[in-house]
């Protein structure tokens, strides 16, 4: 039988693997938090992650005594810290000592817990093949969990951080994203300077109106497309649908020069009504695509009844479908919204004059030498965080919408 079989082989590899994740993450987070310049210590935090495994294995992992999971936490610690020789992420501890306590807290907590979750049920001894695929899942699941929520939170946190720092701040520790709440409302200065002196209170104004009447154009159009393509029947139907979404097959970086050329031929460049032209162009592909597969999961009967009551078909698309796909194009209308709150390379080409930026141009316009970073941070922010709140807010209902249509009936 393979090594692989074995409880304590597999307890090994997997704690030897989540101490180091763990480690690595603490780590990062420390040096984050208090500008030192902290190790993950992996010789160190591998072996102790791999002994808790066992511990765990060997105890037959009585996970459900709080005394017990302690306990394992505890060894976790102690061995972090003996085999780093008093020093558990690689700097003494008397500096940043709470935070550093803290820090070995989290690492043991975080590896004995996991651990105790991902071993449970398995034996020390020889493993089924369900024992071992469960125990490799759990583990997966797990890493998952940890290093896509990493990639996501730390670039978002050192946004954050970053906007609330002032220039002195960042060029004496540019590690240190620690926040000095004696400052007060201080802290918002870059916030302050932004709406003040670079008018981003009107970039918020354009980039809403901008990505509502995206909606309501795209809406316009797409909505009787798609009932068109999915309910009617008229030459050349089969490959409509199917060609929907061709436009996406040409990058728009391509695209981006002839339109530059022509806008500027007929005088619509720098203007926002060039931009409203082009915008829909970009989002209506994609909402037919989205509105017809609903549409024709929709049970046809239902029309055909109103159009035996003397409803004409418009009639018919108001009073009946329309109402029944709210759901559909709720989700489709927020999906177009994030397109054109976000939309970058057009408005970046398009757009030349600052009184009419939109918000992600007028972010790009902070990415100079001669605006402190603080400033482009808290830019990215005002930028990132209404369409966050919106997306959050209306989750439940684009995931409602996407799916509604994926079962006829």
């Not at 439940?396 to 919408?401: L, N």
Request: with cysteine.
């Amino acid at each position: 039988m393979s090594l692989l079989r074995y409880g304590y082989v597999v307890g090994t590899i997997i704690g030897l693997l989540w101490g180091m994740t763990v480690s690595v993450c603490v780590a990062i987070g420390l040096s984050l938090l208090t500008g030192a310049a902290a190790t993950p210590g992996l010789l160190a935090a591998m072996p102790a992650g791999a002994i808790a495994a066992l511990v765990l294995l060997l105890a037959k992992n009585k996970q459900a005594s709080w005394l017990f999971a302690g306990s394992i936490a505890t060894l976790t610690g102690a061995v972090l810290l003996m085999l780093r020789f008093g020093q558990p992420f690689g700097i003494s501890l008397e500096i940043n000592t709470t935070g550093q306590i803290l820090a070995l807290v989290i690492f043991a907590l975080g590896t004995a817990l996991p651990l105790a979750k991902f071993l449970k049920g398995i034996p020390f001894g020889a493993l089924s093949r369900h024992e071992f695929e469960e125990a490799i899942i759990r583990f997966l699941t797990g890493f998952g969990y940890v290093f896509f929520t990493a990639i996501v939170a730390i670039p978002f946190f050192v946004m954050i951080m970053t906007s609330f720092k002032s220039q002195q701040a960042l060029l004496a520790n540019p590690l240190d994203y620690s926040l000095d709440f004696s400052k007060g409302w201080d802290l918002f200065r870059s916030y302050v300077e932004l709406f003040r002196d670079f008018n981003f209170g009107q970039y918020l104004v354009t980039s809403f109106f901008v990505s509502v009447m995206t909606v309501l154009i795209t809406l316009l159009f797409s909505v009787p497309g798609a009932y068109a393509v999915a309910r009617l029947r008229f030459k050349g139907q089969a490959m409509m649908s199917r060609s929907i979404l061709l436009i996406y097959m040409v990058p728009m970086i391509v695209l981006a020069l002839p339109i530059y050329i022509v806008f500027s031929m007929v005088g619509l460049r720098n203007s926002i009504l060039g931009i409203l032209l082009i915008y829909p162009v970009t989002t209506i592909p994609v909402a037919l695509y989205m509105l017809q597969g609903y549409f024709r999961g929709l049970p046809a009967e239902i029309e055909e009844a109103g159009l035996m009551d003397g409803l004409s078909r418009l009639k018919v698309i108001w009073q009946i479908t329309l109402p029944l796909s709210l759901p559909a194009i709720a989700s489709v209308s927020l999906y177009v919204f994030m397109i054109g709150w976000n939309e970058f390379l057009l408005a970046f080409m398009l757009l030349d004059d600052p009184s009419k930026f939109t918000l992600t141009r007028g972010v790009a316009m902070l990415n100079s030498s001669e605006i402190p970073r603080q400033h482009l941070m808290a830019g990215s922010v005002i930028a990132t965080i209404p369409i966050m709140l919106i997306f959050l807010g209306l989750e439940r209902f684009m995931t409602k919408g996407l799916t509604a249509g994926s079962v006829k009936g």
